[in-house]
């Protein structure tokens, strides 16, 4: 069945960096879009990274363009999210799903969750 | 970029109610408005895509309709478990914003 499995998130100090993996399985990986969706504690969902099946487009969000990048490994099933110059209000459970059929995100991993905090 | 704003923020219901969630585009978003449902401590899951399609194995009290920058989720019968967060998206554009959530109380 497809699955996606988040790693890497732990704590982090302000302006350091973090990388996130994302392992994906059931499903052919290099066919489809990936996203990564960050949600703070006890606040809502923040659609965070996206990129093309094939690597070649990659969209971000305001709060972190310039900062984090997405990026996908086609040979390992594996999507990335490197984080650089990590702020406080980086702090979240880390998602990655994929951009399924009529661009819903239709399959999501549990997720891994960065703490930024002196 | 596209702000979706949803309304009400929390509502508190009771088991068998009948539920409508609204959500407003800035724009228009033609009918890319997806809408998620989240459970305390769980990843979120998909209901109902392209406003009005039930994603495979939900339920059908679960709808939705609208077009442009007016939605609407609605559960017809609330059930047990259907007390959680509930989001709307688009993917009209990116970024691919999120409203900021519904939270279904037990009444």
């Known amino acids: 069945q497809i699955q996606l499995v988040e790693s890497g998130g732990g704590v982090v100090q302000p302006g350091r960096s973090l990388r996130l993996s994302c392992a994906a399985s059931?499903?052919?990986?290099?066919?489809?879009?990936m996203h990564w969706v960050r949600q703070a504690p006890g606040r809502g969902l923040e659609w965070v990274a996206l990129?093309?099946?094939?690597?070649?487009?990659?969209y971000y969000a305001d709060s972190v363009k310039g900062r984090f990048t997405i990026s996908r490994d086609s040979s390992k099933n594996t999507l990335y999210l490197q984080m650089y110059s990590l702020r406080d209000e980086d702090t979240a459970m880390y998602y990655c799903?994929?951009?399924?059929?009529?661009?819903?995100?239709?399959?999501w991993g549990p997720g891994t969750l960065v703490t930024v905090s002196s | 970029d596209i702000q979706m704003t949803q309304s009400p923020s929390s509502l508190s219901a009771s088991v068998g109610d009948r539920v409508t969630i609204t959500c407003r585009a800035s724009?228009?978003?033609?009918?890319?408005l997806n809408w998620y449902q989240q459970k305390p401590g769980k990843a979120p899951k998909v209901l109902i895509y392209?406003?009005?399609n039930l994603q495979s194995g939900v339920p059908s009290r679960f709808s939705g309709s609208g077009s442009g920058t007016d939605f609407t989720l609605t559960i017809s019968s609330l059930q047990p478990e259907d007390f959680a967060t509930y989001y709307c998206?688009?993917?009209?554009?990116?970024?691919?914003?999120f409203g900021q959530g519904t939270k279904v109380e037990i009444k």
């Open positions: 799903a994929r951009d399924g059929e009529l661009l819903t995100l239709d399959y």
């Open positions: 059931g499903f052919t990986f290099s066919s489809y879009a």
């Open positions: 990129i093309s099946y094939d690597g070649s487009h990659k």
């Open positions: 724009q228009s978003i033609s009918s890319y």
């Open positions: 392209a406003t009005s």
């Open positions: 998206q688009q993917s009209y554009s990116t970024p691919r914003t």
